[in-house]
Nanobody
Framework: QVQLVESGGGLVQPGGSLTLSCAGSISAVVIYIMGWYRQAPGKQRELVATVTNPAMPTYADSVKGRFTISRENANVELQMNSLKPEDTAVYYC???????????????WGQGTQVTVSS
């Protein structure tokens, strides 16, 4: 069973900072990837940042140098600095896991947390 619970979203002014947290309750033999995606109104869901096992972070070009992803066990955080209005979106925690040996990898999503960057 997998549960991903996000927290930390909210309203922030341009140039401000927020930290998103994802508390994972994951029963699996392998956690391949954890990370964050986002979806703005009228747009497709897009990758923000992910971290593999062993830890190798990947960032969208639009957030490089501003966002930092970190992971400890089944918990993942996204430190967001120098926020811009275009960062406004619902942010989703994501995990790709191997439930048990012999099964296929499976993807899971949290319920999402709203981030609004506005003056």
């Amino acid at each position: 069973q997998v549960q991903l619970v996000e927290s930390g979203g909210g309203l922030v002014q341009p140039g401000g900072s927020l930290t998103l947290s994802c508390a994972g309750s994951i029963s699996a033999v392998v956690i391949y990837i954890m990370g964050w995606y986002r979806q703005a109104p009228g747009k497709q869901r897009e990758l923000v940042a992910t971290v593999t096992n062993p830890a190798m972070p990947t960032y969208a070009d639009s957030v490089k140098g501003r966002f930092t992803i970190s992971r400890e066990n089944a918990n993942v955080e996204l430190q967001m600095n120098s926020l811009k209005p275009e960062d406004t979106a619902v942010y989703y925690c994501y995990a790709r896991i191997l439930p048990t040996w012999g099964q296929s990898a499976q993807d899971y999503w949290g319920q999402g947390t709203q981030v609004t960057v506005s003056s």
